[in-house]
């Protein structure tokens, strides 16, 4: 008989999970570009305004306690419609999953092993996380907490050996609000907040597996204020190293910038070293994801989740090279569309749609448990 | 089962990622469809084709075997 698997993480395993979740793709690619010298400023409002949503989310969670989000639309919308929209949900979720996977495919045969194929990439990296969740969800929080130091270790050493390297130019980040608040809140609407911030609704299906439920919220909301703090010290870093324009032009601003570390002649080419640690906050991503589609697969056609693992990473990898021709094509997508079509009714729509459910439905379960 | 998700994620997927295009680029579906999925000469698509067709395979034995096991314990009942 197969040993059961356990599924339960802790809290400082969440808090990890959600910091490398939000570094993820947004410090490969770069975030806020379009707010130029004031991105930082802009990633600081985003999120600060992002608490509210993720606050929302956490709420949903802890109205039917030990339901993720796919339960929870079952109880609120019958089986039927919640089966169209975790079917939906899956999509979604495989699809952020290629992006993603696509993101760090371009970046490692950009800069790092020019020679292989993006394909070989993809599907090297899916067999890895499909590993991971075969051995589950607590494995990948193991391995989280060992590799977590290094991911924050590297992101704030970068800025302090571009210091000591005098690459850091304070003046490419003035100066402050030049054109008034409109720039940075057109950045923060809806780029920012559904990229990386709105993302945080996969873990509607990661919260319920959280050892202390109660403390899980104000574990996501401290680690989403620390990854965002974390996230504005590197674009403060990137612009003042490259300055806004060079920032914006590049496909990968952080390693453009970590390029320019250059120590006594001897600490060169930490760009490397990033890419090895940027792969972490990857996976942590892509995982979640995949991890949030299985578990909708697994109620949808009523399988343990496990079948489906190797299956589906195998379409995220086909997926994650025919989205689109080019790198150029996949980040325009990325801004023109995505944010519109694909997270906004994802992150806002049905979960602001499912909260007059809850409400009600969770009260019915009280009054019925008070029954009892 | 495991079959069927498969064939439905993957068409589904395929869809969504056309209709990106199509909007993006103001084309028509089918050449769209044309688009993403030809195989072109170096552009090593066929990597990436053969891991889906793995995929497939994959899904067919997991489904035999969950069905043998099904029956078997109809059968020990």
Redesign the interface.
């Known amino acids: 008989m197969q040993k059961e698997l356990v599924e339960k993480i802790s809290l400082t395993q969440l808090f990890i999970l959600v910091s490398a979740f939000l570094f993820g793709s947004a410090i490969v690619v770069g975030i806020g570009g379009e707010a130029e010298q004031d991105s930082w400023i802009a990633i600081i409002v985003a999120c600060l305004l992002s608490i509210i949503p993720v606050w929302f989310y956490i709420f949903l969670v802890s109205r039917i306690p030990e339901k993720n989000l796919f339960e929870i639309m079952e109880i609120a919308f019958g089986k039927m419609i919640s089966k169209v929209l975790i ?1 939906l949900y ?2 979604y979720f ?2 952020i999953s ?1 992006r993603v996977l696509r993101d760090f495919g371009e970046l490692i045969v950009g800069d790092m092993l020019v020679n292989t ?1 993006i ?2 990439i ?2 090297t990296f899916m067999l890895f996380v499909a590993y991971i969740l075969y051995l589950g969800l607590e494995v990948l929080g193991r391995f989280s907490e060992i590799y977590a130091p290094y991911l924050m270790g590297s992101i704030l050493a970068v800025g302090i050996l571009l210091l000591f390297s005098r690459e850091l130019h304070v003046k490419n980040v003035l100066p402050i609000l030049p054109e008034g608040i409109g720039p940075v809140m057109n950045t923060v609407f809806p780029k920012l907040i559904t990229f990386p911030f709105g993302e945080l609704v996969a873990f509607m299906m990661i919260l319920p597996y959280a050892s202390k439920v109660r403390y899980a919220g104000k574990t996501t909301i401290l680690a989403l204020m620390v990854s965002g703090l974390i996230l504005a010290y590197s674009s403060f870093v990137q612009i003042a190293t490259l300055g806004p324009e060079a920032k914006l032009r590049s496909k990968f601003p952080l390693l453009t910038a970590t390029g320019e570390i250059s120590l006594w002649n001897f600490i060169e080419r930490v760009d490397l070293i990033i890419i090895f640690v940027v792969m972490f906050g990857i996976l942590v991503k892509i995982s979640i994801f995949f991890y949030g589609g299985l578990k909708g ?1 697994e109620l ?4 343990p989740y496990r ?2 693992i ?6 995220i ?3 994650s ?5 080019n790198f150029a ?1 996949h980040i ?2 990325g801004i ?3 944010p519109w ?1 694909i997270h906004i009714p994802f992150q806002y729509g049905i979960p602001l749609l499912l909260f007059p459910f809850v409400l009600w439905k969770s009260k019915g379960l009280r009054s019925e448990g008070k029954k009892r | 089962m495991v079959t069927i998700a498969f064939l439905f994620i993957l068409v589904s997927s395929t869809l969504l990622s056309i209709l990106l295009d199509m909007h993006l680029y103001d084309l028509s579906f089918f050449q769209t469809l044309h688009f993403s999925l030809t195989l072109d000469a170096g552009t090593r698509k066929t990597i990436v084709f053969t891991a889906l067709i793995t995929g497939l395979l994959a899904s067919f034995i997991l489904d035999y075997r969950m069905s043998k096991e099904e029956s078997e314990k109809k059968e020990a009942r």
Do not use: Q, W
């Not at chain 1, 190797?310 to 379409?315: L, V």
């Not at chain 1, 090279?321 to 021709?325: D, M, P």
């Open positions: 079917l899956i999509l495989f699809y290629a194929p394909e070989v993809s599907i697969l949808v056609f009523n399988r079948a489906f190797y299956p589906m990473a195998m379409i990898a086909f997926m090279i025919i989205i689109s021709k094509e325009s997508e023109s569309m995505v079509i």
